[in-house]
Antibody, heavy 116, light 112 residues
Framework: EVQLVQSGAEVKKPGESLKISCKGS????????IGWVRQMPGKGLEWMGI????????RYSPSFQGQVTISADKSISTAYLQWSSLKASDTAMYYC?????????WGKGTTVTVSS | QSVLTQPPSVSGAPGQRVTISCTGS?????????VHWYQQLPGTAPKLLIY???NRPSGVPDRFSGSKSGTSASLAITGLQAEDEADYYC????????????FGTGTKVTVL
């Protein structure tokens, strides 16, 4: 079964750093892009960016460029989304997705709460 | 700020047909990029519903259909069922945003 398993919920304070993960299984991890999607509380879906684990080619949505870092470790079939200094406005659900020409597999999501 | 516009909500009685529009522009849908649709049931992750404008992944009932014309796309649900109550999002690619995927604003479908 093809699946993306995301790391658990996080509660952080403003200014802290964070790295959440997404582990792929059941398919060739290096053959598909992995993307990240943000959903703020009660809001819609926002595209953040993608990475191709095969060669680490990474592309960001203009709205998220410089705000987050997307990376991957193909040796353990895992992609990451990272913040160096969290803000309260980063509070959201974050989904990783397998992306070919569309997002055909979704992780269950990681809730990130940033509060002082 | 999304560049694909959907109605905030649509509703229908069980068995009825509802449609959701997704309006874009010449830099996304109108440029020939495919439109895909996702269904998000309450409290769950989104799921692929329609890909490549009108194709259903295996397991998606044929009550769901998609179409595209010009700078817009539509999702139709025929024979509306209670379990179809969810949020629906269209998605495409936009060449004006440094080459980035974009989602629609989302539509809440309510079964009366």
């Amino acid at each position: 079964e093809v699946q993306l398993v995301q790391s658990g919920a996080e509660v952080k304070k403003p200014g802290e750093s964070l790295k959440i993960s997404c582990k792929g299984s059941g398919y060739s991890f290096t053959s598909y892009w992995i993307g990240w999607v943000r959903q703020m509380p009660g809001k819609g879906l926002e595209w953040m960016g993608i990475i191709y684990p095969g060669d680490s080619d990474t592309r960001y949505s203009p709205s998220f460029q410089g705000q987050v870092t997307i990376s991957a470790d193909k040796s353990i079939s895992t992609a990451y989304l990272q913040w160096s200094s969290l803000k309260a406005s980063d509070t959201a659900m974050y989904y990783c997705v397998r992306y070919g020409d569309y997002m055909d597999v979704w992780g269950k999501g990681t809730t990130v709460t940033v509060s002082s | 700020q999304s560049v694909l516009t959907q109605p905030p909500s649509v509703s229908g009685a069980p068995g009825q047909r509802v449609t959701i529009s997704c309006t874009g522009s010449s830099s996304n849908i109108g440029a020939g990029y495919d439109v895909h649709w996702y269904q998000q049931l309450p409290g769950t992750a989104p799921k692929l519903l329609i890909y490549g404008n009108s194709n259903r992944p295996s397991g998606v009932p044929d009550r769901f259909s998609g179409s595209k014309s010009g700078t817009s796309a539509s999702l139709a649900i025929t024979g509306l069922q209670a379990e179809d109550e969810a949020d629906y999002y269209c998605q495409s690619y936009d060449s004006s945003l440094s080459g980035s995927n974009v989602f629609g604003t989302g539509t809440k479908v309510t079964v009366l």
